[in-house]
Each structure stands twice: as structure tokens, then as C-alpha cells.
């Protein structure tokens, strides 16, 4: 008796939504082996990594803090990934917005105007956008992969931003750190629960998640989308251009990421900095997997791994584990649910010793 | 069945088979897949030096039962006896071993290395190359199969590169050589060729399992046959006491309707006008279209015939709008010059197309029907206000189609890749057809589908050209082409002759027009025929 993969005859609309939540459960039992091998005491150090962080009001509203940039890239990428196009450089996105946005701010540093935020939420727009056109450029004029021009160009992007804040951008006040100026009042967003650092831009993204939603289920446009992906020769028979997806879905992305790099920015952050993501632009990949590539899914999923993040910082800080764990959960997470998708369309099948005359 | 099937071969006129033991008898072979059970309690004898039809339609389980003879699958159930011993095929190498070897439908062959070279990586290593080509050669002149071993295969037509696959399965001084509908990509003549050298096999003592769902070419060539319908056999006979209509009716199991009558139709103002279209090839596996000219009027039915890669995915590409070319009134949709323009701007001057491929192509299998619904249908029947789609509409019309086609499925939320090839064409023709266009392209309408689609499926077209649609067919079965269509015209390497009116015209000369070699009507044509 032996066990073998047989090909479902049907993909299992139960495993599609089952997967994720195998993988998070063989992910917390990887956990505490994993804690259980360093000596730790697991039950403390699995309360302090997903429990402790929202014990309280103030770790609610950071949960909201870290997921907005991981939803709100999470679900343009959904777009981009259902798709086919593979636009693995939001953080280099992210990193282009925040300059360009930041840029915005520092150029009326001072200017005491309402119309301030909204031009950098446009910059940020904008240059998330200017940086995913390239991919999308290359990639429709000479079939160039932008799996490989999007991930190599995030790179660019964070030295770029290196270069402005220790060169031009550096505060004159700032005793020669490589910072930006603190911006000024109308350029930070408005905390929207006081007492906490959870900005405006929690209302934006969750605005964004419904706009993507109706945009893919509604809409010739996400139709458009998804027969592409799924076809792309049914697509072409329809008269839908596969280019037009291409530069729209990465578009799209770029313009979530660069939004999203200035809301950190002109938020939680407040300045420019050499280094302004802990990795959203890459954990945004998880998230849209680990939420189906439904924008609701992308939501919760993005919930659960700004969790990560912040109960790495709590176990760091209670029970002084290496900040390192959160890459070991993300990864983990990502790593089981690229296994347990295989159940999507695949099942365990005993095999008892029937089969043997023929095996 | 299997008593029926003794007294039958007590009556059979060759000596040989009266004293020894069949060379190849199934018992019971029974083969499930998720769903459906492809063979139920399958027999079969193949004699030494027989020529042995498997008959059925799509999807009646031939492939499944030679796929069990050739060791590719393993039957849930049943015995196989080689000379009267029990044998377990577990793999081809089984197979082979034992002298089956089996020509595909599809051939596996790499298109830039030479005939010798792709035989070479089929048989063992360290085998002299030119003591290969010596008997490469012999065996081609042998069994008339006029092969250049140094040749490259894209240089080779369907014909040839066939040759290749037979040449690699004599080489195996074979017992049994198994061919699983050798002819579909071949034109008459090479058919002809074909049986002669399965001919002379046969009269060397190779015994040959044909399998096949033309009928005439099993009376041409066949001594018995064995009949599969829904996995199940449902006669063995005799061949020559039977006759093609008694042999569709045992393979269909009810009785043919005669095809609908043409002469309803009257041929009205042209619709459908292609004067002068160019297209160069993209890259080198596909065809360049070559002064294409042809008209296709109101009422009318048009067939283009042609073996497989001589340009027709090219011709529907070019004309239902997937490829644009210059200059715009090179075609003429109603009169409306739209060379230039894609398929959405077409089907609003009143063209409809139906792909060859179903799945991927003219229906994405994963989404329902509803979603496959609107991918053709959308702009012509305004499913979609500012951007939005019309779900309401988008469902009436996805019901129409269901209805008035009778497809078997679910429900309107039935992923397409659900259907069965013949319930999902219907979908797909019904869709095109229930937007009643007023050119209607389409590309091998029946292909792969059971008999009663294929009914359903011409009848529709029929209907359609009645009722003055300009109908264009893209087919490689020349016996719908007679049925369905009032002219003729055959297209090869990307060059389409004049179309002839069907009661001028012989199978015979279609023929010729395929192979390019005859082009009645007009100037001659100097091409050879190259699939690509």
C-alpha cells in the first residue's frame, strides 16, 4: 500500500480556499518545531508572535498601519497575476512613488496648503507607474521578461533613493544623516484614529480593495483580464489585446506600490529614508497568493501578514528572538501554499495491492 | 459476443488463420478514467497478417484499448494473450519487445533535424549511422516509401514525415503494427500510397490494427473490423459483406439522416469579398498567404479543403480579424473595406468566426458558459453599458444558445471545460450562429465530435445559409465538405485555388487541388505542397 497523486477530474472549488488554511496550520506546527529545536518555550513564543501584538488598541491600529501598503499592493498585483503578467518588482515601485511623492513634499516644504497631499498621492501614483512602464514597455515591444526586468529595476530604484537622501535631499539640518527634512504638517497624512499612528491611507486602500472587486467581477475590463490570462488565444479571438492587459495590469500595480510607498512616507515614516519597506512590495506576493487573487482574500490575507510583521517585533522585543523569524513564517506560509495548491487539482489516492497485477 | 465472434472466424477464406492461434486476443479489457468508462469488457483477435479495423466514433474508446495494446496504459481489468500466452504489457518497451509497435495520429518528430537523425534517436545507442541509412533506404524501397534519409523534417510534408514513423517502426521487424487514424492528414493520393505499402505488410505476415472512422477506407483496405461504440463492442464482421451504410449505422447505433437538401438556398449578393490579401508569414512554421481571392455570397456555403498547415489557421486569422493586414479593402465585409481592422470591428459589420480549437480557442475551459457566453457575443449584442456587463441579457442569450443547440450540460454556470467536444462545438456554433451574422467563417465545424453534433451541428449551418448568411467552411473532411457546400476550393502552401461548384467536381480533383498539383480553373500552380 502506497500513496500516489492522481489528477482530480475537476479542479476542487474546496481546496481553493481550503489551501491557504492547511498551509497556515502546517506553518504554526513548523513553527513550533522550529521554536522547540532554538530552546523556546513555543506556546510563549507563538503568543507572542500572533496573539500579543493585538492584545491591545494600539497593536490594532498598527495591524492596519502595516497591512495597508500589503493590501493595497497585494490586490493591484492579483490583478497583474490572474493576468499572467508577473510583476515581481512593486517594492522598487513602492521605492519610485516615495521618491517622487516624497519629492512633491519636500519641494513645497513649508507650503501650508490642503491641494499638497493630493499632489503627492499623485506624484506617487505617477512614479509607481513611470517604474512599472519599463517592464511593461520591454516586455510588449521586445518580449523581455518582466519577472526579471521588474525584480532587477527594484534594485535601481532603492539606490536611487540612497542617493537623494545622502546626496541632494539630505536634511541641512540633519547633522549629515542620510535623511530627508521631516515633512511638514500638509504633508503628512491625518491619523484617523488618534492616539495611533493609522492613517487615511487604511480608508484609501480599503476603498481600492471594493474598487478592484466590482473592476474584476463587474467589469469587461477584469473580464478582459482574467480571458487573457486563462487563454490568451481565446483572448485574442474575442479581440482583446494582450499588450493593452499587459501595460494595464502592470500599470495598475505600479500605480498601488507607488501610492503605497508614499503613504508610508508622508505616514508612519514622515521623511524620506534610505530604506522606507520592511519588503511590502515582496510580502504583497504572498498576500495575493495566500488571498486567491480575490480582493477580499487579499484583504484578510494582508491582515495576517502585517501580523507577521508585528509579532516579529513583538517576539523580538519580549521574548528576544532574531527579527528574522518573520521571513521564516512568510516564507513558510508561502512555501506550504504553493504545496498544498497542488491538491487544487491532484489528490492522495491509496493505493491498496489491487493494483499490483499491472503495476 | 464472443461466440459470435468463433463463428465468424471459422468462416474466414485464408488457411493460415484456420490452424494457428491468433497472434493478439484480448479478453475483457476494461479501462475507467475519472467519470467514464472509456472500455467495458473489450475482445478483440488479431490474426497473423490480418488487416483489422477498430471502428468507432470520437470518443468510443479506440485509443484507450490500443493505448492498453501498446503498454501507455495499464487496463483496470481484462487479459491479453500474445500467441496464446498471457502476456503483461506494463510499457511500450514491453510492447516492442514483443513486435507491437504503433504509428500516433500525432507524430513526435523534431522539425530541424534530419529523417536519419530522428530515426537514429529512436533505436538503440551505438548503432552504425550509415549501416541505418543503408537499411533505412532498403526498407523504403521495399514497402514504397520514397524517403531521403538526409532531408530536415520541416522540409517534409504530412505524407513524408508519416513515412518516417513507419520506416521507425519497421526497422523493429514488427509482428503488429498498430495505426491510429493514419489518414486524417493526408491527402487521397498519399491515402492510396498508404494501403499499398500496409498491403504488402500484410502479405509479409505483419498484422496491422487500423483504426479509423472512414468508411470507405475500411472497406478498401480491411479484411475485419471490429465495432466499438460507448467503450463497448458492438460487432465484429466481416468486412466485405457489409456495406459503408451498415457499418455507420452498427458505428452510430441509429439510423443517419440523409443529408439535408441544398437546393433551397439562392445565392444573393456577395457578402464576404477577399481580393488580393497578402500575409506574410511571422515566423518559419507558419504560412504566407498568397494572393488570396474569393467571394462568398448571401445563401451561399463555400468550402475551403486542404491538409492540415497549408495556410487555413492563417486564412481565418486574416479573415475574422486576429491578424490585420494591408491593404484595408483586400477584404470586403459587406461591402465595407476591413483588412485593417480587428475582430470587434468586424463583428460589427456582421462577421462571426468559429475556430478549429475548442478549448483555449474558441471557449476558455475554466470559465462558465455565461463568461464563454460574452467573449464572442459581447459587442455584437450589447452585453456591456459603460463598461459594465449585462448580466441579465448576457444569461437570456446563454439560455437561447442552450436550447435551441441542446447542449447537455449543467446550467449556464457549467464551466465550459466541463462539456463534452461535442455539447461544447454546439455552444460554441450556437453562440456565433444566434447572433445571426451575416458572414459566418468557420473552421473544422465537426471535428472531433460525436455524430449526433455533427447532425445538429451541419443542419444549423444549413438553416444559417438559408436564411442568407454568407457561410465560409475550413475543412480537411472532404465528405462534409460535399455534404455541406455549394463551391469548393482547395487551398496549399498558403495559395487557394478557384472555388468549383460541388456537382462539377470529383473527390478525385479536389484532391489534386489539395496536393497543389491541378488547380482547375485557373493559372497552373508550380508549388508543392508543404504543410507547414
Not at chain 1, 513583538?314 to 512568510?330: C, D, K, R, W
Not at chain 2, 507491437?100 to 530515426?119: A, K, Y
Not at chain 2, 550509415?130 to 530536415?152: M, W
Not at chain 2, 470587434?344 to 475554466?366: C, D, F, H, K, T
Request: proline share 4%; glycine share 10%; hydrophobic share 45%.
Amino acid at each position: 500500500m502506497f500513496v500516489s497523486l492522481v489528477k482530480r477530474p475537476e479542479r476542487s472549488q474546496w481546496m481553493v480556499y481550503l489551501s491557504p488554511v492547511i498551509a497556515l496550520a502546517m506553518t504554526l506546527v513548523s513553527g513550533i518545531i522550529l521554536f522547540q529545536l532554538m530552546g523556546v518555550e513555543s506556546g510563549k513564543a507563538l503568543y507572542a508572535f500572533f496573539v500579543e501584538p493585538i492584545t491591545h488598541k494600539y497593536g490594532w491600529a498598527e495591524l492596519g498601519v502595516k497591512a495597508t501598503p500589503l493590501i493595497l499592493i497585494g490586490v493591484a498585483l492579483s490583478v497583474g497575476f490572474r493576468a499572467n503578467v508577473w510583476n515581481i518588482g512593486a517594492e522598487g515601485q513602492l521605492t519610485l512613488g516615495a521618491i517622487c511623492g516624497g519629492g512633491v513634499a519636500l519641494f513645497f516644504y513649508g507650503v501650508d496648503s490642503v491641494f499638497v497631499l493630493p499632489l503627492m498621492m499623485v506624484g506617487g501614483i505617477l512614479g509607481g507607474m513611470m517604474w512599472a512602464a519599463i517592464p511593461a514597455f520591454l516586455r510588449t515591444r521586445f518580449n523581455a521578461n518582466e519577472i526579471l526586468t521588474s525584480l532587477m529595476l527594484t534594485y535601481v530604484a532603492t539606490l536611487l533613493l540612497s542617493v537623494l537622501v545622502h546626496g541632494p535631499w539630505r536634511d541641512p539640518d540633519g547633522f549629515n544623516f542620510p535623511e530627508s527634512r521631516i515633512f511638514s504638517d500638509s504633508a503628512t497624512l491625518p491619523v484617523i484614529w488618534a492616539g495611533t499612528r493609522l492613517h487615511l491611507g487604511w480608508i484609501i486602500t480599503i476603498a481600492v480593495v471594493a474598487a478592484v472587486w466590482v473592476l474584476m467581477s463587474k467589469t469587461i475590463v477584469g473580464f478582459q483580464v482574467k480571458v487573457v490570462g486563462q487563454a490568451p488565444l481565446a483572448g485574442r479571438h474575442a479581440g482583446f489585446s494582450v499588450n493593452r492587459v499587459i501595460w494595464f495590469s502592470l500599470l495598475l500595480g505600479g500605480a498601488m506600490a507607488g501610492l503605497a510607498g508614499l503613504f508610508e512616507v508622508s505616514g508612519p515614516i514622515g521623511q524620506l529614508l534610505p530604506v522606507i519597506s520592511p519588503g511590502y512590495g515582496f510580502t504583497a506576493i504572498i498576500v495575493a497568493f495566500v488571498g486567491r487573487l480575490h480582493p477580499v482574500g487579499v484583504f484578510f490575507a494582508g491582515l495576517l501578514l502585517a501580523l507577521s510583521y508585528l509579532g516579529g517585533e513583538s517576539a523580538q522585543i519580549t521574548m528576544n528572538l532574531p527579527l528574522a523569524v518573520t521571513g521564516v513564517f512568510q516564507g513558510m506560509l508561502l512555501f506550504f501554499l504553493l504545496a498544498c495548491d497542488v491538491l487544487i487539482a491532484y489528490q492522495f489516492r491509496l493505493n491498496m495491492t489491487r493494483g499490483a497485477k499491472y503495476g | 459476443m464472443e461466440s459470435a465472434f468463433g463463428a465468424l472466424s471459422k468462416t474466414m477464406p485464408h488457411d493460415q488463420t484456420r490452424m494457428m492461434p491468433p497472434l493478439l486476443q484480448l479478453q475483457g479489457m476494461t479501462k475507467s478514467f475519472p467519470g467514464v468508462l472509456a472500455n467495458e469488457a473489450v475482445d478483440l483477435e488479431v490474426m497473423e497478417g490480418e488487416i483489422h479495423a477498430l471502428l468507432g466514433e470520437n470518443g468510443a474508446g479506440k485509443s484507450t484499448l490500443v493505448k492498453m495494446i501498446y503498454g501507455i496504459l495499464k487496463p483496470d481489468a481484462g487479459v491479453m494473450s500474445w500467441k496464446n500466452a498471457p502476456v503483461n504489457i506494463q510499457n511500450p518497451a514491453v510492447a516492442r519487445a514483443l513486435g507491437i509497435v504503433m504509428v500516433f495520429q500525432h507524430f513526435s518528430l523534431f522539425d530541424s533535424m534530419s529523417v536519419l537523425e530522428n530515426i537514429a534517436l529512436g533505436v538503440e545507442r551505438g548503432t552504425d549511422k550509415s549501416e541505418l541509412e543503408n537499411r533505412i533506404v532498403e526498407i523504403s524501397n521495399r514497402y514504397g516509401l520514397p524517403l531521403d534519409p538526409g532531408r530536415h523534417v520541416y522540409t517534409l510534408s504530412v505524407g513524408e514525415r508519416q513515412r518516417i514513423e513507419i520506416i521507425r517502426c519497421l526497422l523493429q521487424n514488427p509482428k503488429l503494427l498498430v495505426m491510429d487514424e493514419p489518414t486524417s492528414v493526408l491527402t487521397p493520393q498519399e491515402v492510396t500510397k498508404l494501403f499499398e505499402t500496409l498491403n504488402r505488410l500484410s502479405e509479409e505476415g505483419v498484422a496491422i490494427l487500423y483504426i479509423s472512422h472512414k468508411l470507405n477506407e475500411i472497406k478498401a483496405l480491411c479484411r475485419k473490423a471490429t465495432i466499438l461504440r460507448n467503450g463497448k463492442v458492438v460487432a465484429s464482421v466481416e468486412v466485405e459483406s457489409e456495406t459503408p451504410q451498415s457499418l455507420a449505422a452498427k458505428m452510430m447505433g441509429e439510423a443517419l439522416q440523409a443529408p439535408s437538401a441544398r437546393h433551397h438556398r439562392k445565392a444573393g449578393e456577395v457578402r464576404l469579398e477577399i481580393d488580393g490579401l497578402h500575409n506574410t508569414a511571422t515566423d518559419q512554421f507558419s504560412i504566407s498567404l498568397k494572393d488570396i481571392r474569393l467571394k462568398v455570397q448571401s445563401g451561399e456555403i463555400v468550402g475551403i479543403a486542404g491538409v492540415a498547415g497549408n495556410g487555413q489557421d492563417e486564412l481565418l486569422r486574416a479573415i475574422n480579424g486576429e491578424e490585420m493586414c494591408q491593404p484595408a479593402d483586400a477584404i470586403q465585409i459587406n461591402h465595407q473595406p476591413c483588412a485593417n481592422q480587428g475582430p470587434n470591428q468586424r463583428r460589427g459589420l456582421g462577421m462571426a468566426s468559429i475556430p478549429e480549437e475548442r478549448l483555449g480557442y474558441g471557449a476558455v475551459p475554466a470559465m462558465n458558459l455565461l463568461q464563454n457566453t460574452l467573449l464572442t457575443a459581447f459587442q455584437r449584442l450589447g452585453l456591456v453599458k459603460a463598461g459594465f456587463v449585462d448580466n441579465r441579457r448576457c444569461k437570456s442569450f446563454c439560455l437561447g444558445i442552450l436550447e435551441s443547440f441542446n447542449v447537455t450540460s449543467s446550467g449556464v454556470l457549467a464551466e465550459a471545460g466541463s462539456l463534452s467536444g461535442g455539447n461544447l462545438q454546439k455552444f460554441i456554433v450556437g453562440r456565433e450562429i444566434n447572433q445571426t451574422p451575416s458572414v459566418l467563417v468557420v473552421s473544422q465545424p465537426t471535428w472531433g465530435v460525436d455524430a449526433g453534433a455533427a447532425q445538429t451541428i451541419h443542419h444549423a449551418l444549413h438553416k444559417l445559409a438559408e436564411n442568407g448568411t454568407a457561410i465560409l467552411v475550413i475543412s480537411q473532411d472532404l465528405d462534409e465538405l460535399m455534404g455541406l457546400c455549394d463551391r469548393i476550393a482547395a487551398i496549399c502552401s498558403g495559395t487557394l485555388t478557384r472555388a468549383a461548384p460541388v456537382s462539377e467536381i470529383t473527390i478525385e480533383q479536389i484532391g489534386m487541388m489539395m496536393a497543389g498539383i491541378e488547380n482547375p480553373g485557373t493559372e497552373k500552380s508550380q508549388d508543392v505542397c508543404q504543410p507547414g
